[in-house]
């Protein structure tokens, strides 16, 4: 099993540009995630999904927007970066039960917004 | 909403001695304390996790203590290695999670 997989792993943009950040999870997880990292603030969640198309808020939702058209796929687009988008995003899933067990986390993409 | 802090930020250790890293949380209904561990360009991955009925709980070398009154938990690692060496956050949840800033775990040789 490949677990939480995503693409693209490193990317630039310029600002107003937009993109899509991928994650797919081959472990039949309901719950899906989408952080950001950044220096000296841990990991903000950003949205998040309790189950295929549906969506919801985190804590850090303006500028970003999510698709869960397939349960195995969570998709984080950026319709208009701004070089405060530069971060980098990290997926996650988990089964039911959500945010009160284990998170298992992809290796992470890193985002350059110019 | 949930405000996590955790320390200290950085912390450097000789091989063979004990770590410790403290988190306080803020939302008494918080109760899922979860401890992840991330290597230089990978994900977080969960090492250890203590609910609020638990005050310890161990793994091996790791423990996790939970002081619920005073709203404070602790990450213990005794006989460090050098692959212990990682950045360590700790996280407070009832339904909504919150991390702590991190600890960057330096063990030496």
């Known amino acids: 099993n490949a677990g939480v997989t995503q693409t693209p792993k490193f990317r630039v943009l310029k600002t107003g540009q937009s993109m899509t950040l991928l994650c797919a999870q081959d472990?039949?997880?309901?719950?899906m995630y989408w952080y950001r990292q950044d220096p000296g603030m841990g990991l903000r969640l950003i949205h998040y999904s309790v189950g295929e198309g549906t969506t919801a808020k985190g804590e850090v939702p303006d500028g970003y927007n999510v698709s869960r058209l397939k349960k195995q796929n969570f998709l984080l687009g950026l319709e208009s970066a701004a070089p405060s988008q530069t971060s980098v995003y990290f997926c996650a899933s988990s089964p039911p039960g959500g945010i009160t067990g284990e998170l298992f986390f992809g290796e992470g993409s890193r985002l350059t917004v110019l | 909403g949930e405000n996590v802090e955790q320390h200290p930020s950085t912390l450097s250790v000789q091989e063979g001695d004990s770590a410790v890293i403290k988190c306080t949380y803020s939302d008494s209904a918080s109760n899922y304390f979860p401890w992840y561990k991330q290597e230089l360009g990978k994900g977080p991955q969960l090492i250890i996790d203590i609910r609020s009925n638990v005050g310890e709980k161990k793994d091996q070398r790791i423990a996790v203590t939970l002081n619920k009154t005073a709203k404070h938990f602790s990450l213990h690692i005794t006989e460090t290695q050098p692959e212990d060496s990682a950045v360590y956050f700790c996280?407070?949840?009832?339904?909504?999670?919150?991390f702590g800033a991190g600890t960057r775990l330096t063990v030496k040789p």
């Open positions: 996280a407070a949840s009832d339904n909504d999670m919150r």
């Open positions: 472990m039949n997880h309901e719950y």
